[in-house]
């Protein structure tokens, strides 16, 4: 069984296909990123998946649960951290993971005790208390991340968790998802593509809503006949683009 | 369970706001205030002539009044919900739809009959005799914040955040105001502007509360019922619009 696994996923707009007829899995504990230039359809891409919005044909498994048909089961294995930043801002930092700990079923005590190991692991000990509108973007962004995580999601979407953060906290981010390897299964989004290559198992890269290729970030640069990832990258999504 | 809590999040994040709170609840104490300043002070044959402004009738105007500012607390929220995309991560939780719904409206249910309770209160201050009709008044006044809920529900479905300002603090606090015989009796005017006033709920629910104080028990429920119907169309539309807009996101 695959964590993930799309069949001819597409997404209409109107004029415009943002996705168009993806092919993809994705194995259970697997840190698959997802690369892309811009608008090629990466957070589209998660959306449809996250179930947030609905795919025009095609469908998608999550752990052999559809999209399409059995979305309410979906969303009890997943959670998110949108691109832009997603907090409550006029509750705490606390308040707002326990809000999110809670949704996800957890009664108070367990709530609280789950607040705890993430601000312990994502160093929030003095902002535990501050609104979350008070915070800077990039404290903001730890906090979003932080929500995500909470749940214990299965399958976890990281769009451009990254952006934003100064260097040390990215550094710090990248620990936190190392640790999380193997133990669920991650999607992330990313523009760089060193962190792509330090941190994923596969990686996958999009143009014009097509997955143009999919594999180890070694075997990528293989196959592009380069040493550089940068290179790699450059002329696979440029393929799309010319 | 999860209701409660997403329920509980959205009673902080209304309460925290205190340019709200101000309109909510201090504005309408304040215009009290004035107005029972401005009646106690003209001539007794012109107090007499304007009945309105006696606290009999001025407070069951002003409870009503109070009320339209649930839509802009409701809207405000909603409308800020959507566009700062934390609605996105709710979305993706396992939150359904009518668990949004009444996450979003039963925290505004004990907050109006808080309320208008307040405003009896303060009432009580300046004049209206204690009886057991004041506990009664308060519960005429649920449909009416009904009315108000859903109306805040439905603009912060559809507007953004600086629509609803305008739509819920500007459009629907007036409409309130003028054609609800709070401030002057709209047969006065009559024409168009009372046949406007009858076919909107506002009037019919300042009446009902009137009634309830006054002990006439008879004509409340005729008035009543006109709100009880918008409150249960206007509740259906919002609820049928918030799952639409939410299935389709855009
Ligand atoms: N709601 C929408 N209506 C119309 N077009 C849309 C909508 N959402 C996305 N698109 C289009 O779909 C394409 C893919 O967008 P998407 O956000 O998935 O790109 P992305 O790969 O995440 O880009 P970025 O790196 O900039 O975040 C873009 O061309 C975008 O304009
Ligand atoms: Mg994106």
Same mark, same amino acid.
């Given at each position: ?86 907090? *409550? ?127 180890? *970030? ?18 696979? *999504? ?5 | ?17 205190? #340019? ?10 304040? #215009? ?68 949004? #719904? ?44 009904? +009315? ?15 629509? +609803? ?40 629910? +300042? ?44």
């Amino acid at each position: 069984m695959y964590a993930i696994k799309t069949t001819n996923l597409t997404k209409k707009y109107k004029d415009k296909t943002a996705v168009n007829s993806l092919n993809l899995t994705v194995n259970k504990g697997e840190l698959y990123a997802l690369l892309g230039v811009n608008g090629a359809g990466k957070s589209t891409t998660i959306k449809m998946l996250s179930c947030l919005i609905p795919p025009t044909s095609g469908d998608a498994l999550l752990l052999d649960n559809s999209i399409v048909s059995d979305s309410a089961k979906v969303k009890q294995l997943i959670n998110v951290s949108p691109q832009e930043t997603a907090v *409550a801002e006029k509750l705490s930092v606390r308040e707002n993971l326990e809000l999110v700990a809670r949704i996800y079923g957890a009664d108070r005590k367990t709530a609280k005790s789950k607040v705890d190991d993430m601000i312990e692991k994502f160093d929030m000990h003095e902002i535990v208390n501050s609104r979350a509108k008070t915070l800077s973007g990039g404290w903001q962004r730890r906090l979003s991340i932080a929500m995500a995580l909470i749940s214990e999601p299965e399958i976890l979407f990281l769009d451009e968790p990254t952006l934003g953060l100064d260097v040390l906290a990215r550094r710090e981010l990248w620990t936190v998802i190392e640790k999380l390897k193997g133990k669920i299964t991650i999607i992330l989004t990313t523009h760089y593509l060193e962190e792509a290559e330090a941190l994923s198992d596969r990686i996958g890269i999009m143009a014009k809503g097509e997955l143009k290729a999919e594999n180890t *970030a070694e075997n990528l640069k293989r196959l592009a006949d380069t040493d550089s990832f940068e290179e790699a990258f450059i002329r696979i *999504a440029g393929e799309g683009v010319k | 369970m999860r209701t409660i809590v997403f329920a509980s999040r959205n009673t902080k994040e209304i309460l925290r706001d205190v #340019i709200t709170l101000f309109f909510g609840l201090v504005f309408p104490l304040v #215009i009290m205030v004035l107005l029972s300043a401005i009646n106690s002070s003209i001539p007794k044959e012109a107090a007499e002539a304007t009945t309105l402004f006696q606290i009999q009738n001025l407070a069951p105007g002003i409870s009503v009044f109070g009320l339209s500012f649930i839509s802009l607390f409701s809207a405000q929220l909603i409308s800020k919900d959507r566009t700062t995309s934390f609605v996105l991560r709710l979305f993706t939780s396992p939150l359904k739809a009518f668990e949004f #719904i009444l996450g979003y409206t039963l925290p505004l249910v004990p907050m109006s009959i808080a309320q208008t309770a307040i405003c009896y209160i303060a009432a009580i201050f300046f004049g209206l005799e204690v009886t057991p009709n004041i506990l009664l008044a308060i519960v005429v006044n649920i449909p009416i914040a009904l +009315v108000f809920i859903a109306l805040g529900l439905l603009a912060g479905t559809f507007l953004n955040e600086k629509a +609803v300002g305008g739509i819920c603090g500007a459009l629907l606090t007036n409409l309130s105001a003028w054609f609800s015989n709070i401030w002057f009796d709209t047969s006065l005017v009559g024409g168009w502007f009372e046949s406007l006033a009858n076919a909107m709920p506002f009037a019919h629910a +300042v009446n009902s509360a009137r009634y309830v104080i006054s002990g006439e028990y008879g004509k409340i429920m005729p008035e009543l019922m006109w709100v009880i119907v918008y409150a249960v169309v206007l509740l259906a539309l919002a609820i049928t619009a918030f799952t639409m807009k939410m299935k389709r996101n855009k």
